[in-house]
């Protein structure tokens, strides 16, 4: 059924309020607690040592989302979408609930207007410090930012094992690689290959447990550094949604370093969103805006990557879609 203009217009004005609806969600782990059985918002409240009312309201309002459904007789009852916020499951989507609604993310978004007034991202005006810099003051954030970065791995792991070709690669290097989940993925999977994350020193920091947590500390490295000066050598570069972070000239800097150290016959690969056609539906459009508050950066089309490549003495060798969202971009030595 069509839904009239004004009501879906009001569904898009309010929609920061389901978004921090499901941010509440996520950090009381109710998707954990409801994992054992139905449960009251009198019981939910004690179990999170929330309070009573604000909790029934709470869960309510997500009734309401559809994300939890509600029983008369036994309470509240978990669904299928309110899973997704498991933390105990492949694919959870807690980590992204929260960091996406927490600080560094949310209050660039709040100066959106004057991101494109400005052309300018707004995260040194709305957070003090620009996006990573912020992370690198605020320890507790850049944690669950990297954990949120280990979920959406998730999302194109199994596929990037499936179509990324190892068998003539020795060493690979996740640029920006946050704790390594993509790369790990892929050392699992070909033993013959070592790995290295590289990113920067407070990042590698907290890689170090969950490359131990994989079982791989003997073939994957962790190496801090900067990838506007240099990158480690390898015949296989991951970069996984590090370029919209970025301006162009700033990627092409990141680009030309991991020409400069391509073993002969390497690639590199861009894990990455692509924009489409304009009108075109899709997370590129939404992440695209969030890049313009937050970063700088931006989210591209193939042929802009096309011209990133040229710039920075590669080129462009093949596009794989994958059946998730995002798109495997490969380079070579130009």
């Known amino acids: 059924m069509q839904i009239d203009p004004p009501i879906a217009m009001i569904q898009m004005i309010t929609g920061y309020v389901v978004s921090q609806t499901v941010r509440a969600l996520a950090e009381l782990s109710i998707a954990d607690h409801l994992a054992h059985g139905p449960a009251t918002a009198h019981e939910l409240a004690s179990k999170t040592s929330a309070n009573q009312d604000a909790v029934a309201r709470l869960l309510q309002a997500a009734a309401s989302f559809g994300i939890v459904a509600y029983d008369r007789n036994r309470g509240y009852v978990s669904t299928p979408l309110l899973d997704t916020l498991r933390s105990d499951v492949p694919g959870s989507l807690r980590a992204l609930a929260i960091a996406q609604n927490s600080p560094g993310h949310w209050l660039p978004m709040g100066r959106l207007t004057e991101a494109v007034r400005t052309g300018s991202n707004q995260s ?6 620009d996006l990573f810099e912020y992370f690198a003051r605020t320890p507790a954030e850049a944690a669950i930012f990297t954990k949120m970065m280990e979920e959406t791995s998730e999302i ?24 390594g989940a993509l790369l790990c993925g892929l050392a699992a999977a070909n033993p013959h290959v070592k790995g290295i994350v590289f990113d920067a020193p407070h990042v590698v ?13 003997d073939r994957v490295s962790l190496v801090a550094g900067d990838f506007f000066q240099s990158v480690p050598p390898a015949d296989l570069y991951l970069l996984k949604f590090i370029l919209h972070d970025w301006d162009d ?65 590669l080129k462009l060798s093949v596009v794989t879609p994958t059946q998730s969202p995002f798109n495997l971009v490969e380079a070579v030595a130009a």
């Open 205 to 217: 920091d907290s890689a170090i447990e969950h490359v131990r947590q994989q079982g791989l500390s």
């Open 249 to 313: 000239d700033a990627c092409i800097k990141i680009l030309s370093n991991c020409a400069k150290s391509l073993l002969p016959n390497g690639r590199l690969v861009v894990v990455t969103l692509l924009l489409g056609a304009i009108g075109e539906p899709g997370l590129g459009p939404l992440a695209d805006m969030l890049m313009l508050a937050q970063t700088g950066g931006k989210e591209r089309t193939v042929e802009e990557h096309e011209k990133l490549f040229a710039r920075s003495g």
């Open 156 to 179: 194109v792991k199994a596929e990037a094992i499936r179509l990324i070709d190892t068998h003539s690669v020795t060493t690979m290097v996740d640029v920006g690689g946050a704790s």
């Open 124 to 129: 040194a005006a709305a957070l003090g410090y």
